[in-house]
């Protein structure tokens, strides 16, 4: 059974910075494309940045420049480095990981990201 276990969230002033991470027990860790997404109240679950096998990543117009999206394959974890947070990143933020090769996705519970003064 796949679980994917977030932490490292909580509440961060304005211009902060928290560091996310998704620990999985899953085999072939390394074969799976992995991603955060977040979740504000009232809206829809996007997605925030993602990191391929290969190691290419991709962002959300709205946090490039600021959050970097790594994996450490020896270690089974993807991290998620928020830097200059802003109060419209609160959200409640889930690691993903996605089999191509099966079309599985699998996520985690979530951690509660919130920005505020």
């Known amino acids: 059974q796949v679980q994917l276990v977030e932490s490292g969230g909580g509440l961060v002033q304005p211009g902060g910075s928290l560091r996310l991470s998704c620990a999985a027990s899953?085999?072939?860790?390394?074969?799976?494309?992995k991603g955060w997404y977040r979740q504000a109240p009232g809206k829809e679950r996007e997605l925030v940045a993602a990191i391929t096998w290969g190691g290419n990543t991709n962002y959300a117009d709205s946090v490039k420049g600021r959050f970097t999206i790594s994996r450490d394959n020896a270690k089974n974890t993807v991290y998620l480095q928020m830097n200059s947070l802003k109060p419209e990143d609160t959200a409640v933020y889930y690691c993903?990981?996605?089999?191509?090769?099966?079309?599985?996705?699998?996520w985690g519970k979530g951690t509660l990201v919130t920005v505020s003064s």
């Open positions: 993903n990981l996605h089999s191509s090769s099966t079309g599985m996705d699998y």
């Open positions: 899953v085999s072939w860790f390394s074969t799976y494309a």
